[in-house]
């Protein structure tokens, strides 16, 4: 019944053991979680005496659906102590899903450092003695070169996971991701340094489905995104500072979108050739890719370079708003944070030691924001490497009030629905267009789930974020700095509609 968006299959991976097993994932589970954040955290709630970090597609994932890049990574933060649940875009959750594998649980430590490779509905434990002290590029590299496909996505972690940094995040391939938990130290406390996934596979759709998929494309294409894409068009409507967008104007060479987006906001900026040009670069290392906007932000103080800062950030697998905040405190030089950034990925910090602005460990959005933004970091479920509110669309477009609350509660129900069913986080606070009622049509059209229903998914993504929010361990612990007038009163109100 299911066959049509998921493998129905469950890879457990046994670090302690280096052993591999498989579990059927039954139309039960299915029919209960759907998939995505959702099903995530039923599976470490099973595993939880094994502290477990689980990888899951939603149902949606590599499907024809606008914005179906999504994969989900849930794990307890070091930072926070909370079960919270990290969007994997690009390409990397559709190569794993592609490769015959929906969900993986990985449970243990390994006692020497390993990779998992993943393809043709194989997985095979290796050692990683060859990518141990590689940085997030060269493990890329390696890996790819390893197993023969340029193709291959790698999610790894640089030197920074590996010696268990506070400031360390898990890397999509080259250009970091959106990672904000320090997730690379948990991948380093348990030996696991890499995944290479690389997926020939396919699914079956009914015929209604690809026509619905496109009609819902083409709507969104000439709705709120119409005629705009890149980086900088969000950062005018976040009201972002003018360095950042000075830097994207003098260095961007190309866009990019993931799998299957119709807004490109993986920009390329070009560092050692003339951004204009459209000659293929024979320099090594000709420049970046930024994924994220909230990486531009944190570092975007240092003008021009800030891009050196963003790359050595990258390849070491730091999280640039981590690191932002620590160099901006210690009043450093671009020579003086580049240090810095070595130090931060062999031995962390703490921004609460700091006396900086962090959300239980965590750092906040790198921008000034309101109240509403300020109440959904708080609740630390979702990444806040996502703007914590609309871009290019306004709260108005979404038809919601001014209620700090109410526009809290609708952005964690937002994004709860893209992480359950597979769909981009960002896209979702891109596109109002983009509507629970057609997402549910198309899984419908497709699996023929006559029961499935708005009301139904609403309620597998409250479950998921009530029980993420109970996983907290200790008490909660947000920096005087980010919590305006009413603060407190508000963080009640909301955590009530999810009690
Ligand atoms: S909105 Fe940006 S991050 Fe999201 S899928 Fe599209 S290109 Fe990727």
Redesign the pocket.
């Known amino acids: 019944m299911f066959e049509s968006f998921y493998n129905g299959r469950i890879l457990i991976v046994d670090l302690a053991k280096g052993t591999t097993q498989e579990e059927s994932l039954d139309e039960e589970m299915i029919k209960q979680y759907l998939g995505g954040a959702a099903l995530n955290t039923a599976l470490f709630e099973k595993n939880a005496d094994s502290d477990p970090i689980i990888i899951g597609c939603g149902p949606l994932t590599a499907s024809f659906a606008p914005?179906s890049?999504?994969g989900v990574m849930t794990a307890r933060s070091p930072l926070s102590r909370q079960l919270v649940h990290v969007?994997l875009?690009?390409q990397t959750a559709v190569e794993t899903k592609l490769s015959g594998f929906d969900f993986l649980v990985f449970l243990g430590k390994a006692p020497e450092p390993v990779h998992l490779w993943l393809h043709d509905e194989l997985a095979d434990i290796k050692p990683s003695s060859g990518i141990n002290e590689k940085d997030a590029w060269e493990i890329t590299d390696f890996l790819r070169e390893e197993y023969g496909d340029e193709s291959i996505q790698v999610l790894g972690v640089g030197p920074a996971g590996t010696k268990g940094s506070s400031a360390s995040r898990v890397s999509e391939n080259y250009w970091g991701s959106k990672d904000k938990f320090a997730l690379g130290a948990v991948w380093g406390e348990k030996g696991l340094k890499a995944i290479a996934s690389r997926g020939l596979g396919f699914f079956t759709q009914p015929d209604e489905v690809f026509p619905k998929a496109m009609e819902l494309k083409d709507l969104l294409l000439a709705g709120k995104i119409k005629g705009k894409g890149g980086l900088l068009e969000m950062l005018d409507s976040l009201g972002a500072n003018g360095k950042a967008k000075g830097i994207l104007e003098k260095f961007s060479h190309r866009r990019?979108?993931?799998?299957?987006?119709?807004?490109?906001?993986?920009e390329f900026l070009m560092m050692e050739e003339e951004p204009a040009s459209r000659k293929r670069s024979d320099k090594e290392e000709p420049g970046l890719q930024i994924?994220?906007v909230s990486d531009l932000l944190a570092l975007s103080p240092f003008g021009e370079d800030s891009l050196e800062l963003l790359r050595k950030a990258l390849k070491l697998g730091l999280d640039p708003t981590f690191c932002g905040l620590i160099i901006k405190k210690k009043g450093l030089d671009a020579p003086g944070a580049i240090k810095e950034l070595d130090r931060l990925a062999r031995e962390g910090g703490e921004l609460g030691k700091e006396d900086l602005p962090n959300f239980s460990g965590v750092s906040p959005w790198p921008e000034e924001v309101k109240m509403e933004s300020f109440l959904v970091q708080a609740l630390g479920v979702f990444s806040n490497a996502v703007p914590p509110r609309p871009v290019i669309a306004s709260y108005e477009d979404f038809s919601i009030s001014e209620d700090p609350v109410e526009r809290a509660q609708w952005w964690m129900k937002r994004q709860g629905i893209a992480y359950v069913l597979g769909l981009?986080?960002?896209?979702a606070l891109?596109s109002p267009e983009l509507k629970g009622e057609d997402m549910v049509e198309l899984l419908k059209a497709g699996n023929g789930w006559g029961e499935l229903s708005v009301g139904k998914l609403e309620e597998i993504v409250k479950n998921m974020i009530v029980s993420s929010l109970k996983s907290k361990e200790g008490e909660e612990d947000i920096n005087q700095s980010l919590k305006p007038e009413g603060f407190d009163e508000s963080l009640v109100k909301l955590k009530e509609k999810f009690a």
């Open positions: 914005g890049c999504l969007p875009t690009w990019n979108a993931c799998f299957n987006c119709p807004y490109a906001c993986n994924n994220n981009c986080p960002q896209l891109i």
